[in-house]
């Protein structure tokens, strides 16, 4: 069983930065696909970005393409979220979700694809 938790959400003004982290627990986290998803109020869980077990594979969202960045330290079980260029529509929680596999790229997107979830970190981005 792995126990995510993430940090470094908080309040920032359009146009700057966040860096979120989600911290692992458990010996296994190399074995596990990440993923970091959003949920906005009244809406649905969205996917953001996701990493392959060895780092050597990501995919964002459309939405974030080019100003969010998804990678991972498998030596200290750590996936980060670097976000750029943050929007007001960015607010959100933000959720980090560990998948046991097996990797499928049609199926990374989707929520029901993960078997471990975060608390989550709230993003408020002002404009």
């Known amino acids: 069983q792995v126990q995510l938790v993430e940090s470094g959400g908080g309040l920032v003004q359009a146009g700057g930065s966040l860096r979120l982290s989600c911290a692992a627990s458990?010996?296994?986290?190399?074995?596990?696909?990440m993923g970091w998803f959003r949920q906005a109020p009244g809406k649905e869980r969205e996917f953001v970005a996701a990493?392959?077990?060895?780092?050597?594979?990501?995919y964002v969202a459309d939405s974030v393409k080019g100003r969010f960045t998804i990678s991972r330290d498998n030596t200290k079980n750590t996936v980060n979220l670097q976000m750029n260029s943050l929007k007001p529509e960015d607010t959100a929680v933000y959720y980090c979700?560990?998948?046991?596999?097996?990797?499928?790229?049609?199926?990374?997107?989707?929520?029901?694809?993960?078997?471990?979830w975060g608390q989550g970190t709230q993003v408020t981005v002002s404009a």
């Open positions: 458990g010996r296994t986290f190399s074995s596990y696909i």
């Open positions: 990493i392959t077990c060895s780092g050597g594979n990501t």
């Open positions: 979700a560990a998948d046991r596999g097996p990797f499928f790229v049609t199926t990374i997107r989707t929520p029901h694809s993960y078997d471990y």
